[in-house]
């Protein structure tokens, strides 16, 4: 196989996974974004985590919420757990690393905030506990998972969403997850703004 041939793999491969997201997950993506635009309204916060490369879905959801996405507007409250990395690094090493996001969001966190976790599917034990905290504290849970759902998926409540990309492959996952990530952010902002 050429090289040319493993970029069209990569592009259709790509390609295939979000049309089969946009067929499977449009009414979940507006039913969670519904929920964190109600969040909002009511002078709650968003937090948000992951590791590796989905930390950096994490921070893309919140830059783009307390800057800007595609227009100017006021910032709004969401945080990424996944940024402060003495934070992270005391946690990991006075108490252990599957704590990093429980123990912040036991700090953070309050009644109606929602945690927006993202994982590939995998089974981390950080994403474990941040799920079980929030619902400690009575903070709904909107996951986006990828292969089986990983740890996550079963520790959902009823009232949690589970958005999972249609795939087994973490690269498309991935990229997906940054794509409903976008469509958060857009359909946050028109909700919100008009």
Request: glycine share 4%.
């Amino acid at each position: 196989m050429s090289l040319q041939d493993r970029i069209i793999n990569h592009f259709s491969d790509s390609i295939q996974t979000q049309q089969n997201a946009m067929t499977y997950l449009c009414e979940l993506i507006e039913y969670a974004s519904q929920r964190m635009v109600t969040a909002l309204l009511n002078d709650k916060k968003i937090l948000a985590c992951g590791n590796g490369r989905s930390a950096t879905s994490a921070q893309l959801l919140s830059s783009a919420m307390l800057n800007q996405f595609e227009r100017d507007r006021p910032s709004l409250p969401v945080i990424a757990l996944t940024t402060d990395t003495a934070t992270i690094t005391a946690i990991a090493n006075d108490f252990q690393f599957d704590d990093v996001f429980s123990k912040q969001l036991r700090a953070l966190g309050q009644s109606g905030d929602i945690l927006v976790a993202y994982t590939d599917g995998n089974n981390s034990a950080n994403i474990a506990k941040a799920i079980t905290t929030a619902h400690d504290k009575d903070i709904s849970v909107i996951a986006l998972t990828g292969n089986n759902g990983g740890v996550a998926a079963p520790m959902l409540y009823e009232t949690d969403i589970e958005i999972r990309v249609p795939s087994n492959s973490n690269a498309r996952i991935q990229e997906t997850h940054i794509l409903i990530t976008h469509c958060f952010c857009d359909l946050i902002d028109h909700q919100l703004f008009g």
